[in-house]
Structures are given as C-alpha cells and as structure tokens.
C-alpha cells in the first residue's frame, strides 16, 4: 500500500490527517479531453509504496542505489594522474617538442636495448606520438577533473531517522542520506572502552539495505570527563578524539560522513550552567578527532564547525577560523535556519542566502578558504502557530526552493532538512513540529514538495540560479540526459507571475508543478511557452538551455 494523493488535491486544500490509499504499483493514466493532451501521474506520488515492504514493488531504485554503495565501498583509492607511478610527475603542457626530441635521442641505446627484448626497433616518430598520446591524455584527465568539479553529487538528506520504517520513507522521500547523532556518552559510558551503540549499528544497516550515505554527529557531553562540561581538558580532548576514531572505523559505510559535535557555538545539548562554547576550545578539539579520524585505512569524510546559523554571532567563525579552524576539516557544515527572522528574511532566498554569502565571504578571506566545500546539515521551517511558525503550505514551498538554491551553488555538497517527522504535531514546542511528516506518519504537504524536488535534482547535473527582476526566480537545471529544464517561481508571499518562455522545439515541452506529482503538456503560442507561477516552483521540461524568458507580474 502507498501513500499519496489525488490529482484533485491541490497544496492549499490537504486535510492535516489525510492518507489515501490505493494498491502499490497502480499507476493510473488520466486523458483530458482539452486538446487531446495527456496528464500523467508521476511515478512519485502515485505508484511508489512509502511503506512497503516487498522488495520488488520499491527495490528497483534502492536496489540500484544498494549496488552502488557496494560498488563505492570496493573501490580502491583514485591514483593521480599527473604524479606518482602511473604519472611519473608529469604535468600537462610541461614538455616541449624540442625536449621531446632530445629525450628520445639521449634515450636511443635504452631504447635499442628494450628493442632486442620486444624483438623491433621502436623509431623516433613512434616515441614522439607515444609522448603526445601521454600528454593529450593527462589533458584530457585535467578536463574530466575539472567537469566533475562542476557536477559534484549533490546530496538531498534528511535527519533523525529513527527506525528501518523510517528510513524507508527518508529514501521513498528523494533522500539519500540519512543524519543521526551519536552521543559521546553512548559511545564510552563507562569511561573505560568505547563501544558503538545498538541503535547505531542498526541505523548502519539499514542505511546499507537501501543505499542511504551516513551523516553522523559526535556530539554532546560526557559525565565523566571535565564535570559534564566542554572537553577542554588534555584528558577530555584525547578520550573524544579517541571514541571518534572507533566510531569511524566500527561504522565503516560507503562514502561515511562524521561531523565533530553539533552547534557547539549555541551550547546546544549542554548544561545551561555551561553557556556558548569557545572556538579557540572547539578547534583544539576538532584538530585532535580530525588528525585521529584521517590516520585509519578508510578514512571519512570529516566535517567542522558543524555551527547553529553560520558562526556570525559574537564572531565566533572568525575566531575559529583564527584559530585554524580551516586546516582540520574536510568540509565546513552549518544551519542557516532563518525561520525566526522578522518580515521577508524568512524566506529562503533572502535569510538563508543572506547567511550563506555572510559566511563565505568571512571564509574566504583566509588561507584555502574559498575552496572549502560546504555543508548544509540542518535547515526546516516549523508548521507551528506561534512565532517562527509557518503554515502547511509555506512549508512545502520554503522546503523545494530551498533545495533548488542550495544546489546552484557550486561549493554547497548536500542539504540535510531537520526533521523527517514531528515529535509531537500536538506540542506547543516549536522544535517538535519541524517534521515532513506529522508525529503519526501522515505526511505533510512538504513532503511531497521535498520528494518532487529532490527526485528531480538527483537527475541533475548542473544549476545555474537567475533573479529576473523583483521578486521571480529562475533556475536553469541541465539533465543527466543532456536535456534541459528550467524551474520557475515567485518569492514574495501571495504574488502571480506569467512567464513567457521563447522554445525553438514546438511540441515536447512539458510542465510540473512541484508538489503535485502531476506533469502536463505545456501550453505553446507562435513558438512561445505561457506558464502561471506563484510561490511554489513550476518546472519546465525540454526548453532551449539558453531560451529567453520574460516575466510579468500579474498580481496577488
């Protein structure tokens, strides 16, 4: 049975507790009879089961994802191209065709005496092409590099998956990572031996049965060590370093991600006695765990700073990144929430972005900066009534945009949404209620939004975001398969746009509207595509890469 919603439904109209069931694998086929065109309901939202539990009805996607972890965890480490033994410390465009030539002359009696071994004489000419080959290869390799520079995987995420339930639903969800944190507690509780906790090795496993990556937090104080407090203490510092280490090497997964504590800027999950904690005190910290972590044969991915908004506050990432915060971590990881602030700011492309260039621009200023790939590990808006609070449909709107604009920028590797599922839908605690789903698994409409969007960027390869004027955005997806699509929307709360899209391919254009699982023919004119957008993205399938496109706001 599956999970999902009629095509009558529209984001406004979902019922708080709404689940419609109908069998898995009936993908239903409607006709409109305005113009013979054809609506089609998505593989998505119609025919997927986010429950099931027989292989065969969900398993031809995580199967598929299953095999490539296999495949990532097999994999020996990538030689250099351009040094070592296969490049022999060559470096593209290093060798002129003069000193090619004087090589191969000052190497003829090696050359004679390789001869009697392969029984010819190699000439000039041949070792002249052999080196060109060697070096139009290594140009070549350099090009590759630097085009999966440009397409770096982007990871869509989600946290606190709790159960092999809920991480079916994580990955029916578009996600293909889960994040849960280990407390360092848990991972030493009697101070004696470290031990990596039950629940963890089953969230391991269950990340393995469906081909999720692992994002895993060392977080949160130890009774044991410096009174409960920061491990700021040599002894306290080593015992963390040290627990880290083992949880790496214990939990060895294909392409494993741990991050060192969490929201240690804002105190989070310490004594409220022990306040913010110091950067210079974090990076001692980090430096030990990450010199630890990166010594043992499979080394993870470690990621730093792991801060509450993005370190502004009291300068705490500038005088981490003083301290030589930057040196120590594979990756900068942090949680541009901007729910709580005023007006405008909480939408994602003004708070978020605001916080994203704040601290790219306090990171680049300092050495290797700017080429610190970035983590987003927590973002969400709460469906919560009081202040901070936004409704069901803002929700599921601020959830696909921001996907959107994450992936547009190049130094962004992954966004994490806090959280799955609501801890209380009941609760007038802000923090339960942050979840795709409510507290008794009926999802929400951001569910759908986030499953829409991260479905659609897993199949993208490259992003490119445009403001076209005021308040209508733009963002330019080329697909996997060499097609191209643009998603479209309006930021400012309750405006209409009608954007003119100009196609040079009449008649394959198609159009979805994010949320919906729902993709139409798209209307065209005198080789012009109209669409209607509001808040909620609109994309548009099998449109010109570079086709112009003219908004008008039309209104509220």
């Known amino acids: 049975m599956v999970l999902v919603r009629t095509e009558s439904e529209s984001l406004s109209r979902i019922p708080r507790r709404v689940q419609t069931l109908i069998p898995a694998g009936d993908v239903p086929v409607l006709h ?34 299953a095999e490539a972890a296999a495949r990532d965890e097999r994999r020996e480490p990538e030689r250099s191209v351009t040094g070592g033994e296969d490049g022999d410390g060559l470096q593209a465009n290093s060798v002129t065709e003069g000193e090619a030539n004087e090589r191969v002359e000052q190497g003829g009696q090696q050359e004679r005496s390789e001869d009697s071994v392969t029984g010819g004489r190699r000439s000039r000419g041949a070792e002249v092409w052999k080196l060109c080959a060697l070096l139009l290869g290594l140009f070549v390799a350099a090009c590759d ?26 990955a029916e969800a578009g996600a293909t990572s889960i994040r849960n944190t280990i407390s360092w507690r848990a991972l030493d509780p009697a101070g004696s031996g470290v031990v990596v906790p039950k629940a963890q090795q089953e969230r391991q496993k269950d990340a393995r049965r469906l081909g999720l990556k692992l994002l895993t937090p060392i977080a949160y104080s130890h009774p044991l060590y410096d009174g409960g407090g920061y491990p700021v203490s040599e002894k306290s510092v080593t015992a963390y370093a040290q627990a880290s280490a083992f949880a790496a090497a214990a939990l060895r997964h294909p392409q494993p991600v741990f991050e060192i504590w969490n ?34 044969p499979h080394p993870p991915t470690v990621l730093g700073g792991v801060m509450a908004g993005a370190g502004l506050t009291d300068d705490w990432l500038e005088q981490a990144c003083e301290a030589g915060m930057l040196r120590h971590l594979d990756g900068l990881s942090f949680h541009p929430y901007c729910y709580w602030m005023e007006g405008l700011k909480v939408l994602p492309e003004q708070g978020m972005l605001w916080l994203i260039r704040s601290l790219e621009e306090i990171v680049d200023r300092y050495p290797g900066g700017a080429r610190v790939p970035l983590y987003l590990t927590e973002i969400g808006w709460p469906t919560y009534e009081g202040d901070g609070g936004v409704s069901l449909d803002e929700q599921a709107q601020f959830a696909a945009r921001t996907l959107l604009l994450a992936r547009a920028n190049r130094r962004i590797r992954g966004v994490w949404w806090f959280n799955l599922r609501d801890r209380d839908s009941s609760s007038d605690r802000m923090n339960d209620r942050f979840g795709l789903l409510f507290s008794d698994g009926t999802p929400k409409p951001a569910f759908f939004a986030f499953r829409d969007t991260a479905r659609l960027l897993g199949n993208v390869v490259d992003a490119r975001h445009e403001r076209l004027g005021g308040t209508v955005h733009a ?69 010109d890469e570079d086709a112009a496109l003219q908004p008008t706001v039309v209104g509220r």
């Open 32 to 65: 409109s009879s305005a113009g013979g065109s054809t609506v089609r309901a998505m593989e998505g939202n119609r025919g997927r089961a986010s429950r099931c539990r027989e292989p065969g009805v969900t398993g031809g996607r995580r199967s598929r994802g």
């Open 145 to 170: 590099r630097s085009e999966s520079d440009a397409t770096q995987d982007f990871t869509v995420g989600v946290c606190h998956v709790r159960s092999f339930e809920n991480a079916e639903i994580a």
């Open 263 to 296: 929201e240690w800027n804002l105190g989070i999950g310490m004594p409220a006695e022990a306040g913010k904690g110091a950067p210079r005190d974090y990076v001692r910290l980090l430096s030990a765990a990450y010199d630890v972590m990166k010594k043992k």
């Open 475 to 543: 963002m330019r997806l080329t697909l996997r398969d060499g097609r191209h699509a643009i998603a479209c929307w309006v930021a400012r709360p309750n405006v209409q746009a009608r954007i003119e899209v100009a196609t040079t391919k009449p008649g394959i254009a198609s159009v979805q509207l994010i949320g919906s699982g729902m993709e139409r023919r798209a209307e065209e004119s005198k080789g012009r595509i109209v669409v209607s957008v509001g808040n909620m993205p609109v994309v548009l399938f099998g449109v």
